[in-house]
């Protein structure tokens, strides 16, 4: 075998720690029952037990994962059908500032993106009553605002890489253009679908910025949460929690993995 | 006699004079932008029948399929199959069904399900569908892949699969699209013969597109020769090899050698045409309707020349001194490249009728020999 180079090793091994050292320090020191978060005083599970003494942080944490599943829900439903729009409808009136509004939210700045919708809620609220103050329905279709573009491109390019015969040779065989859509094309974006799902899910949960702006008392975010609790200095309870969410996720990767490595397998296999 | 006349080739099918077109394309056109990809074109295709379009990359034959299939519009004409005028009906009404270039199968569909995806969208019944779906399997000897996925078949199955799937819903005209075109060569020729077998037990009309001339000439009852959307000849196969209507036909089927000529005689029963660049004269055993002095081209097929050590022909008619340029032996026949007084090069060929023995002298390089071919054998291409 032909020796490995030292600087492909050492690079390798820099990539890795870069990647990985923060998780793990966060999670070794929430195994910490010191309460200063970066002097080591001995193993304990304590923060476990307080994180989930802590209301303030469970309502948090679920109401953050509620808002994440409903608006992942919405924004692929409507991802599905502006991607469907830029590539299966050709050219119609105002193709061209639609696609420009669909990538918006991509390339504009968060700040903006948040305060722009948070005056558009007032000035709502002023015209037509609704929506009635800021809170979890506000920052629901704000995330969805967003988290919609990721998924309408996801969506545009699951498309764009269809074979393009499947929905012309459906509806050869008698299938009408709605049929065809239910038996053909939505079951080909299945994977599409799913990773935007899980990349809404993710973007929700992840968003400070946005929520900041269009929250209202009492629908404190996670993020939010956690983000105010650091300005008066990091507890540990929160390096449990975020051990936990680590976990979560890494059990999520994983079992998408084994999944994929089983689908592959039975591809291959004749 | 009437030997002006060039009988009507091409317009009717042999087996059936009195039928009524089954499928009529009427002056349909098709532009996409400023593209015309269909300049005008009127068809007849008769019941039953495995007409070919037949053409290069461009010439509009795709777009006319899809044109009798309903994912385009033409631009303007009208489409008649069966007495409908279909031009407007959507393809999911039409009595047409379609195989796909690249077989278009469900990937997420067993091979069973994308056979009967046809069938549950007509509302069938399931135990119809059932064996309607078993019987067409049986049809095209894939019954034992029923429960396998398209990505787990070879690229001959999946043919077979795609036929299956246009074939059981009882088309009035099955459309198919480059059938062979993604198999190899062996299993080309086996496919070949099915495809002729199945559409001759079943009785459906088919239109195949193809830009393969041989595939075209094994598989049609009629050919249609089409160049930059527009349709160059219609005929039998054996119509469009023989007596090519022009210089666009006869090079794009088959090998031919040409000869640049003007009309020296025209009579009621031959034609005496000068080709300058050899300085002879060539003779056809018929007339054409052809002034004197008209330039035309003179053409003939590889394998109507004969080639010979001696002179065979008395007065030398049709026949040339040349050298042998080049031999290429395709085990069947062999191919020569002659080379004529003036550098032209001729292309024959030669049926190997017999094993060649030892003791033979066969023709090598550079011999000296003539070339020869029958007065009937040549056609006459107008400039």
Known sequence: ?270 | MTEFKKPIVGDRPAFDAEAEPFIDIQGVGKKFGVFTAIDDISLKIYKGELFSLLGGSGCGKTTLLRILAGFEKPSKGRVIIDGTDVTDMPPYERPVNMMFQSYALFPHMTVEKNVAYGLHRDGVSKVETRERVADMLALVEMSDFAKRKPNQLSGGQKQRVALARSLVKRPKVLLLDEPLGALDKRLREHTQFELMNIQDKLGITFVVVTHDQEEAMTLSSRIAVMDKGNVIQVGTPSDIYESPETKFTAEFIGSINMFDCHVKESGRDHLVAHCGALAQDFYLDRGVAVKEARQLWLAVRPEKIQISRQSTVENGVNELPAFIHDIAYMGTHTIYRIRLANGQILQATTPNLRRSSEGERNLTWEDAVFVSWEPSSMVVLMK
């Open chain 1, 1 to 270: 075998m032909k020796k490995r180079s030292t600087f492909l090793l050492s690079v390798l091994v820099f990539g890795f720690a870069f990647l990985y050292v923060p998780i793990l320090s966060l999670i070794f020191y929430s195994f910490n029952s010191s309460r200063l978060a970066t002097i080591w005083g001995g193993f304990s599970v304590k923060w476990y037990g307080e994180l989930f003494q802590n209301d303030l942080i469970i309502n948090a944490a679920l109401l953050s994962f509620r808002i994440a599943a409903v608006s992942a829900t919405f924004s692929v439903i409507l991802g599905v059908l502006a991607g469907l729009a830029l590539s299966r409808f050709g050219r119609f009136r105002g193709r061209l500032a639609f696609t420009g509004m669909i990538t918006a939210p991509l390339v504009m700045p968060e700040v903006i993106t948040g305060l722009s919708l948070l005056l558009l809620f007032v000035s709502m609220e002023d015209l037509v009553g609704w929506p009635n103050g800021r809170g979890v329905t506000t920052i629901t279709i704000a995330h969805i605002t967003f988290s919609m573009a990721y998924v309408a491109i996801i969506v545009q390019s699951a498309l764009s890489g269809m074979e393009e015969n499947l929905e012309e040779a459906a509806m050869d065989l008698g299938g009408k253009p709605l049929r065809v859509l239910w038996d053909i094309t939505l079951p080909l974006l299945m994977p599409a679908m799913i990773a935007g799902w899980l990349l809404s899910f993710t973007m929700s949960l992840d968003d400070l910025v946005i929520a900041s702006f269009v929250s209202g008392p009492g629908s404190s975010t996670l993020p939010m949460v956690i983000f105010s609790k650091v300005k008066l200095g990091v507890t540990p309870d929160i390096n449990a929690l975020a051990t936990l969410i680590i976990l979560a996720v890494a059990l999520g990767v994983i079992c998408a993995g084994l999944i994929m490595r089983h689908q592959a397998r039975q591809k291959y296999r004749l």
